[in-house]
């Protein structure tokens, strides 16, 4: 499709409520509602249903130029800009006291379109790279009980040397290579044993998290798209050479779940 301004995807009399946070402290999420009006989230999905037959991938995936493209208009709404600057600020405080490493301001902009043909995305629980997490829902999928929502797991890891990162991402990723039924047991045991809580998202909230440290999934969806923006930032380039084999094993569980 031709591209058009990020202003333009902002129709002028879209009228921006006041934006409020909820600090969820057992799980490390803020979550800021009412910051992206209905009109914006109607424009935006109607930009997908133009662009996406122009994805390399049927759910979306990272640094698409949509992506990018969204996180920018999304810039252009004063509590938007406010809260993600305020999300960088902390994410930065935490960074400097706790990585010696130190970190790259690298962004990543990511479009997820989930449906339930794709239950190679589900229940596959895992770290992000980068330190702060934001989740941009733009479309809920039907509401059944499996609906696709964030599963935030209650225990933030410790470590944060190269090593640690390592050897327990690649414990990870064995775990994610089981079959989905395997997962999607996990998943509720875990949520039965309280270790992760369910988040029932809202289109026109953020969702802000540290994704490096709290461990994360998304349930299953069973029918109808759920839709998300999520946009990255600061890479502390921890997992280097893994991103790979990650890429490599999601591409293989597609053709086996
Ligand atoms: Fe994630």
Redesign the pocket.
């Known amino acids: 499709m031709d591209f058009v301004s990020a202003e333009a995807l902002i129709p002028p009399d879209s009228v921006q409520a006041r934006v409020s946070r909820i600090d969820v402290r057992e799980l490390g999420l803020t979550i800021f509602e009412n910051v992206i009006p209905k009109r914006v989230l109607a424009r935006m999905n109607a930009t997908i249903d133009a662009d996406r037959a122009a994805w390399p991938a049927p759910d979306g995936g990272a640094d698409l130029p949509l992506a990018r493209r969204f996180g920018e208009m999304l810039r252009l709404l004063d509590g938007f800009r406010e809260l993600e600057s305020q999300s960088c600020a902390q994410a930065r405080d935490w960074a400097s006291r706790e990585l010696r490493g130190g970190y790259s301001e690298d962004s990543l902009h990511v479009l997820r379109c989930v449906n339930h043909e794709m239950d190679w995305q589900s229940n596959l629980r895992?770290?992000?790279s980068h330190l702060l997490?934001m989740l941009i829902p733009l479309q809920l999928a039907d509401p059944t009980e499996l609906n696709g929502d964030l599963l935030l797991y209650k225990r933030r890891r410790q470590s944060v040397t190269y090593l640690g990162n390592m050897a327990y991402k690649t414990w990870l990723v064995l775990q994610q290579n089981r079959r989905f039924a395997a997962r999607a047991r996990q998943t509720r045991r875990d949520l039965a044993q309280g270790r992760c809580r369910r988040i029932a998202c809202v289109p026109g909230n953020v969702y802000v998290f540290n994704?490096f440290l709290s461990l994360?999934a998304n349930l299953e969806i069973e029918s109808g798209e759920r839709r998300s923006l999520?946009i990255h930032h600061f890479d502390p380039h921890l997992t280097a050479g893994i991103k790979q084999v990650t890429r490599a094993l999601r591409l293989q569980r597609r053709h086996a779940d």
Do not use: R
Request: proline fraction near 0%; hydrophobic fraction near 15%.
């Open positions: 895992h770290h992000d997490t994704g994360h999520i």
